[in-house]
Nanobody, 117 residues
Framework: QVQLVESGGGLVQPGGSLRLSCAASGRILNIDRMGWYRQGPGKERELVANIPRSGSALYADSVKGRFTISRDNVKNTIYLQMNNLKPEDTAVYFC???????????WGQGTQVTVSS
């Protein structure tokens, strides 16, 4: 019903910046909140940030002040601007969407972010 496709990952040096995108398609009118999760090597998947259709975003303490999530309802796309990246940010970043009609959770395939010198 909903498809999520991430893009924008890559290799960046510590202190650098990267911008991730997630485009939603399908039954997009059902989508309420959207967000970003990440999973590093040998770690559990964790919430990075989320944002409602209209309102304030929430951030994990580890990224607060460095990352910014935004949402374009016309393009049906969310973004994650990542600044001052650290090696600890290395992970696969997954886009997430929650729907109101069926209360279902959708996930993208993920995009790799590697922070290394």
């Amino acid at each position: 019903q909903v498809q999520l496709v991430e893009s924008g990952g890559g290799l960046v040096q510590p202190g650098g910046s990267l911008r991730l995108s997630c485009a939603a398609s399908g039954r997009i009118l059902n989508i309420d909140r959207m967000g970003w999760y990440r999973q590093g090597p040998g770690k559990e998947r964790e919430l990075v940030a989320n944002i409602p259709r209209s309102g304030s975003a929430l951030y994990a303490d580890s990224v607060k002040g460095r990352f910014t999530i935004s949402r374009d309802n016309v393009k049906n796309t969310i973004y994650l601007q990542m600044n001052n990246l650290k090696p600890e940010d290395t992970a696969v970043y997954f886009c997430h969407a929650h729907t109101l009609i069926d209360m279902y959770n959708y996930w993208g395939q993920g995009t790799q972010v590697t922070v290394s010198s």
